[in-house]
């Protein structure tokens, strides 16, 4: 930082998915008159995505994510779940019946995320597992379905969840189970996107109840009617795929642009203000002062010890 240009000589700028109170706080303190651009669309996180929630016994549930994986074997697919324990359980029954899966949890070191997340946006890796922190800033193209296999504990978590699917102009598919432990989630959460989530009741001959393979074995054929009756059911509908060619943003003032001349999308009261000027940017700096000593100095104590008196 402090190779950095005087702030009156430099231009600071933040880019986020999020910004936080604290966050834009400490810009105000810290950034010489800040001021907020925002990217505005016209959709909501929900509308570009299909949303379908199956009604299925708990015991079922991996039954249902197995057969669902194992009818789609190349589509990218993020599975997320609650805890650490059944993030494991899951990523393990899956490797073990053949299927291509990688998990991301809270344990799992930076390195080893980044090379996940690689081996997942370049199509090494169909399938990954992965808990909520995990699974934070997950910016991956092309992700054909996010399964709930547990509903999350906060309504907001979950428009996160599926926000993972139906990004830039694209369409997706989230799918969640409400099993007779975690259906109480079904309320608050459609509270929160101001739409209600449509659940369907699996049947006892549905293809996502298929019995599961034995462990040690591989993916077979995929089947075409089994894949058909499935598709059909969760095809994304009409009002997905408006949703996703509105995806372009607001219109922008006629003189905001990006770098590359594009238009960009400014909040209507962002101020007019010039921009910073760069001609003196990199002149020499003066030599710092000698700080060597400063620590050997003697201080006086007097106007200190008398401020900090306690009185008896």
């Not at 193209?141 to 694209?170: K, L, Q, S």
């Amino acid at each position: 930082m402090s190779y950095l240009p005087p702030k009156d000589k430099r231009a600071t700028m933040l880019y986020s998915a999020t910004l936080s109170d604290v966050v834009m706080r400490l810009a105000m303190n810290w950034m010489q008159e800040p001021y907020k651009a925002e990217v505005a669309t016209e959709t909501n996180a929900t509308d570009t995505v299909r949303q379908v929630v199956y009604i299925v016994r708990a015991e079922d549930k991996f039954k249902v994510l197995f057969n669902h994986i194992a009818l789609h074997p190349e589509t990218r697919t993020l599975v997320f779940c609650n805890r650490k324990c059944t993030t494991e359980d899951v990523y393990e029954s899956l490797k073990v019946r053949g299927v291509s899966v990688a998990m991301l949890s809270g344990d799992v070191s930076q390195a080893k995320r980044l090379a996940v997340l690689d081996a997942f946006r370049d199509g090494e890796v169909k399938i990954v597992v992965a808990t909520d922190v995990a699974g934070r800033g997950i910016h991956v193209d092309d992700v054909g379905y996010v399964i709930n296999f547990d509903f999350p504990y906060e309504a907001e978590d979950y428009v996160h969840r599926i926000g993972r699917t139906g990004r830039a102009g694209n369409t997706g598919i989230a799918i969640s189970f409400a099993d007779e432990d975690e259906s109480f989630a079904i309320p608050e959460i459609e509270e929160y996107i101001k739409e209600p989530l449509k659940c369907t009741m699996i049947q006892d001959d549905d293809p996502l109840l298929k019995p599961l393979p034995p462990r040690g074995s591989r993916l077979g054929v995929v089947d075409a009617d089994a894949k058909a009756e499935v598709d059909e059911r969760e095809a994304v509908t009409e009002s997905e795929l408006e949703a996703a060619r509105r995806v372009t943003g607001a219109a922008a003032k006629p003189n905001a642009t990006t770098g590359t001349g594009a238009p960009a999308v400014l909040r209507e009261d962002a101020p007019e203000r010039p921009l910073p000027k760069f001609e003196n940017a990199f002149d020499e700096k003066p030599p710092a002062p000698d700080e060597s000593d400063v620590y050997s100095k003697e201080v006086s104590q007097r106007a200190k010890t008398e401020e900090w008196s306690v009185q008896e």
